[in-house]
């Protein structure tokens, strides 16, 4: 079955310096979505990325999809303490599958 | 506000009991999901439906059931089947089967 898996698991930064996380399947994507997740809430809706080579910015957040659309990041700009949380990628395969895979997560802690 | 509305937000069981867990959305939302989130495990898909009355496995459906009588209502049941049910469960809804997944407040379900 589809997998997505994520990198790295955990990451600590200052605050100030930036933050990557790297999103690979292991089939093509129809499209990709990010959502971060606070500690103790739900996950909440980024962005969804869908043409291949695809960049999205939302204030200090850069997200892109992969030209083989297999691969997805998002970057943060000088990091705050209001971007501790955990990141997720989700895709979907299409050709017929409804099921979004989620990846593990990267944990981000932002040191004051 | 619209949203999705999951209860109780802790519930304690002892093992051998069946187990519902409520998940109600006014989002007008077609399609409804059940994830469950272990630490360092991401979220997995439980069960997925698109439609009234229509209702798909996912990758965990074992010891578990869902029904969908209502397009606001989504349960699932815990069953005494599920090895391991000590988990947060979270329902989502979406408008579409490929749309961004909103999130209900989970449920933290303890079995002893």
């Known amino acids: 079955g589809q997998q997505v898996m994520q990198i790295p698991q955990y990451q600590h930064v200052q605050e100030g310096e930036d933050f990557t996380t790297y999103c690979n399947s292991s089939?093509?994507?129809?499209?990709i979505q990010w959502y971060k997740q606070r500690p103790g809430g739900h996950p909440v809706f980024l962005i969804q990325?869908?043409?291949?080579?695809e960049v999205k910015k939302q204030k200090r957040l850069t997200f892109q999809f992969g030209e083989a659309k297999k691969n997805s990041s998002l970057h943060i700009t000088a990091t705050q303490t209001t971007d501790v949380g955990t990141y997720f990628c989700?895709?979907?395969?299409?050709?017929?599958?409804?099921?979004?895979?989620f990846g593990k997560g990267t944990k981000l802690s932002v040191i004051p | 506000d619209g949203g999705i509305t999951q209860s109780p937000k802790y519930l304690f069981r002892k093992e051998g009991q069946n187990v519902t867990l409520s998940c109600e959305q006014n989002?007008?939302?077609?399609?409804m999901y059940w994830y469950r989130q272990d630490p360092g495990q991401g979220l997995r898909l439980i069960y997925y439906?698109?439609?009234?009355?229509?209702?798909q496995k996912g990758d965990i459906a074992e010891g578990y059931s869902v029904s969908r009588e209502k397009k606001e209502s989504f349960p699932l049941t815990v069953t005494s089947a599920q090895k391991n049910p000590t988990a947060f469960y979270l329902c989502?809804?979406?408008?579409?089967?490929?749309?961004?997944?909103?999130f209900g407040n989970g449920t933290r379900l303890t079995v002893t």
């Open positions: 439906s698109q439609i009234v009355n229509d209702f």
């Open positions: 989002l007008n939302h077609d399609a």
């Open positions: 989502a809804s979406s408008a579409g089967v490929v749309s961004p997944l909103h």
């Open positions: 990325l869908v043409k291949s080579g």
């Open positions: 989700a895709g979907y395969s299409g050709a017929g599958s409804y099921q979004l895979t």
């Open positions: 089939t093509t994507l129809s499209n």
